[in-house]
């Protein structure tokens, strides 16, 4: 880092378009030192959505995979030595590609020309980081000066020493002198946002082949990276979803997607000092940083100032620019304007609310915890019709090449500071740094480029922390599910938290935590991170009118497992703890028993009792959630324990007897009316006999016994199935449901049908549509979710339930109390759509046929783009629960 170095030559860059290049066949590619082996095109095209449903579910987090030839950090192996140019596999031209609508770059283009760029260059190396829903490449593609494989090696170990050795880096004077400052841009993570990719490449190509002094410096002293696309199959598809129907840019906390998988995992491997997304469109070109609500672990005094200043040096180089077509912010109208007004739009300057900064689950969002300034960029010109025009397309094209040539200028002439705030912000993570909230009279004070300052805070400031020591995650009887509390570990193992567990029983405020209960030290780098996570979060609902997503995401209070926030950041350590390795296991088959046991509690119990059921493995599930397994081939047994990390156990006398009085398990063919959260929710879970129903089709197929009910043991209802009153489809499902057939669904919806067929009897009343967070319930103690009950649930939005008839039964409320305890649930002017108004009335309800037929209708969000773990596992436990009635 130079700071005298600028590289001004970035500013005269051409926006002209960039010649697409013509694709070359794999074999006729030469061999050159540090290629890696070719491998055949994956198919992307004809998997339906329930088989791309069970592939992602599959390879959840920790099981995705990249390729470089390298030092592992994070998921993705990093290159030895630059340039690593690896043979790239071309894809095949897609049919119906939605980029031909507007001339942007298809994917199976991108491998053709990445090759003749590292044919040609050594300063272009590109890597496989992951795969898409769909099968296609995720490349990442570095840019930078050559390096031996010493070189690499120093390199790594100064990015490691930032990290973890946060104070010997700031007083390393070789580190400052000589380590390449990263920079990330993530082009296209929307599929039907393309032009950032577009910019991308030419700007790639132009720093391969520019031979002036100012590149060769640049890239000397900076590695450059570029994920050309995030999205293939959106991007292919015209769709902003992945293939999955899931958007990727709310997936950071979950990780439901590979593509999201891919974006965390490099965030870890590159540990930028400044990350972009690239986003469209807004009429008007948009740089963050974000407005408020601010989220409460972000450390704003070395966040802001630099992030305000890109922003503006982005409007400042944008609107020199004068490219033709392009738009600009009016500040006294707050719209785009064709006149050159001076101004673009910065959110955290120009919009109160609405585009906040608040959860992260957005890229930009994200990457800030693992040390990045970060922005997301919104280019200006929108769709007509499925797709910009080709005009608009290299409107947005030109001004995602300055914007991004302006921030590579910038960190060129900043990175110093830039690194200082890195460093520092994993520092104060490390020494456990009580986390103070800067208030508007902290500004003033703070280093740095000071133009923000006047705009902080227009919103009560930011909400200040108080931090704990530790989150521990028991083991035990203190634990309420064993699965899902390894589950959450891997989880946090996978975002880069660091995990330990305890060596002996230690006993903290009170409570006695078991030998190898788990510990979240928060003297950690990635606190904010790891804080995040875990926090429940704060009711923000009085701070501002709107929210821009979801305004809670705890994983301690919504994944299920069982999670103790323990002391204050100034207290002493949490006992003696050593670090966690890799992610925990205690499967387990016992000798020579000829009936096992294990608890079900959680998503992977669920999914073993599937798996077994599959198998035709009888099982009986006791009223304390405990499942007897009858006689089964050791193999199998064997297999389900390794697979979803079964402590089986020999099944005692007590539970033996108790078998008379159990039901014996199904393997259930579950028809479902819903979205894709729900296919994904029930594929998670094991549920592999899935039909798909509709109101139409119901009505359609009645006449000939073609409802999709014939075979079903349950109707999942995840969203509206009405039938006409007197039509055939409607005495369909009821003939369906005399016979014993049963509903669980959730949300109005669900009641609706559940009382359409005679299951249920009340009013459904739905909340602010708006309203979205964490909510406090209380679980009846006969309700058949008592076994393992649940203390939080999620809501978007919350649905309850008000005037039952005396055959539907309460099986869970919401507390009486204080019923809303994190995020934005606001009440309309009347109030009746309210926290207040939802306070002790039934959140969970259920109800009985004399056909033995039941349901189980949910006003809590327990299917939510898969993410409230604890919800899918009260969901599976309500499916076995209605078909197992007499």
Wanted: net charge negative; with cysteine.
């Amino acid at each position: 880092m130079k700071l005298s170095r600028t590289v001004a030559v970035l500013g005269t860059m051409t926006l002209a378009a960039t010649t697409f290049l013509s694709p070359a066949a794999a074999d006729d590619r030469p061999d050159s030192p540090g290629r890696g082996p070719e491998r055949d095109a994956a198919s992307a095209g004809a998997a339906s959505f329930a088989e791309l449903a069970r592939t992602a579910q599959r390879s959840g987090p920790g099981h995705h995979g990249g390729s470089g030839g390298g030092t592992t950090t994070g998921a993705i192996d990093m290159p030895r030595a630059y340039p690593y140019q690896p043979d790239l596999t071309v894809f095949p031209p897609a049919d119906d590609d939605a980029t031909d609508l507007n001339g942007t770059i298809a994917h199976d283009q991108l491998a053709p020309r990445l090759t003749e760029l590292m044919e040609s260059s050594d300063r272009v190396s590109t890597q496989v980081v992951g795969r898409s829903t769909a099968g296609r490449d995720l490349y990442l593609v570095t840019v930078t000066a050559p390096e031996s494989r010493r070189e690499t090696e120093r390199q790594s170990r100064w990015r490691e020493e930032i990290r973890t050795a946060p104070e010997r880096a700031a007083s390393d004077r070789r580190l400052a002198a000589g380590y390449k400052t990263p920079l990330w841009i993530s082009a296209n993570i929307h599929g039907n946002e393309w032009e950032g990719t577009d910019a991308a490449m030419q700007v790639i190509e132009y720093l391969a082949t520019a031979d002036d002094r100012a590149t060769a410096a640049l890239l000397e002293d900076h590695r450059l990276y570029f994920s050309l696309t995030l999205n293939p199959d959106g991007r292919t598809l015209g769709t902003r979803a992945t293939s999955l129907s899931l958007d990727a840019n709310r997936d950071m906390i979950t990780g439901a997607t590979p593509e999201s998988r891919s974006f965390v995992a490099t965030a870890q491997a590159l540990q930028p000092l400044y990350a972009a997304d690239f986003h469209g469109y807004t009429d008007v070109l948009q740089v963050e940083p974000c407005g408020p609500p601010h989220g409460q672990n972000y450390e704003y005094d070395l966040f802001i100032p630099h992030g305000y200043a890109i922003a503006r040096q982005v409007e400042d180089d944008v609107v020199a620019a004068q490219i033709p077509g392009n738009t600009y912010y009016d500040p006294a109208t707050d719209e785009a304007v064709d006149e050159n007004t001076g101004f673009i739009k910065i959110p955290y300057r120009d919009t109160p609310s609405g585009w906040d900064d608040y959860p992260p689950i957005f890229t930009a969002q994200y990457a800030a915890f693992h040390g990045a300034t970060t922005s997301t960029v919104e280019l200006p010109k929108g769709r007509t019709g499925p797709a910009t025009t080709p005009e608009d397309a290299a409107i947005n094209t030109a001004v995602a090449k300055r914007t991004m040539t302006s921030m590579i200028d910038y960190l060129a002439g900043h990175d110093d500071a830039m690194l200082a705030d890195q460093i520092e912000a994993f520092r104060r993570g490390a020494e456990g740094e009580p986390k103070d909230a800067l208030s508007v009279d902290d500004v003033a004070a703070v280093p740095g480029p000071d133009e923000w300052k006047q705009h902080w805070d227009v919103v009560d400031d930011q909400d200040p922390v108080d931090l704990p020591r530790a989150y521990v995650i028991p083991v035990g009887d203190g634990q309420r599910s064993a699965a899902d509390a390894e589950a959450l570990v891997d989880q946090l193992l996978f975002h880069g938290v660091e995990v330990g567990t305890l060596t002996r029983s230690t006993r903290v405020g009170g409570t006695t935590y078991p030998r190898g209960s788990f510990v979240v030290d928060l003297h950690q780098p990635l606190r904010g991170l790891a804080n995040a996570l875990l926090d429940l979060g704060t009711d923000i609902s009085a701070k501002v009118p709107s929210m821009y997503d979801i305004s809670a995401w705890s994983l301690a209070s919504l994944w299920g497992a069982t999670v103790d926030r323990v002391g204050s950041t100034t207290d002493g350590p949490v006992g003696k703890v050593v670090p966690l390795r890799g992610e925990p296991s205690d499967a387990r088959v016992p000798h020579g028993a000829r009936h096992v046991a294990f608890d079900v509690a959680g998503v992977e119990d669920y999914r073993a009792l599937n798996a077994l059921l599959d198998e035709d493995v009888p099982v009986w599930l006791l009223d304390d959630g405990r499942a007897v397994v009858g006689r089964a081939d050791g193999r199998i047994l064997r297999e389900v324990a390794r697979e979803h990390d079964v402590p089986f156990e020999a099944a005692t006398r007590q539970e033996l007897r108790r078998l008379d009085a159990a039901a014996q398990l199904d393997d259930l063919t579950v028809a479902y009316a819903g979205t894709q959260d729900d296919l994904l929710s029930l594929t998670e879970l094991g549920f592999d006999d899935l039909v798909r129903v509709t109101a139409a089709g119901i009505e359609a197929g009645a006449a000939t016994g073609t409802t999709g009910l014939e075979d079903a043991d349950v109707l999942w209802v995840g969203s509206s199935l009405t039938l006409p009153a007197g039509g055939a489809g409607r005495e369909a499902v009821q003939d369906w449901v005399d016979d014993g057939g049963s509903v669980v669904g959730r949300t109005a919806a669900a009641f609706a049908v559940a009382e359409t067929y005679g299951l249920v009897e009340g009013t459904a009343v739905t909340g602010n549509r708006a309203g979205n967070g964490i909510v406090d319930v209380d679980t009846a103690g006969s309700s058949f979710l008592s076994a393992h009950p649940q203390d939080e649930a999620f809501v978007y939005p919350a649905t309850w339930f008000t005037d039952l008839g005396e055959g539907t039964t309460v099986e869970q409320s919401y507390d009486a109390d204080r019923p809303f305890l994190a995020g934005h649930w606001a009440p309309s002017d009347a109030g009746s759509d309210g926290p207040g108004a939802a306070a002790g009335q039934a959140a969970v309800v259920s109800g009985e046929a004399d056909s033995g037929a039941r349901a189980v209708v949910f006003g809590t969000s327990v299917f939510f783009r898969t993410h409230p773990k604890g919800g899918l596992g009260q969901a599976a436990q309500a499916l076995f629960w209605a078909t197992s009635g007499d």
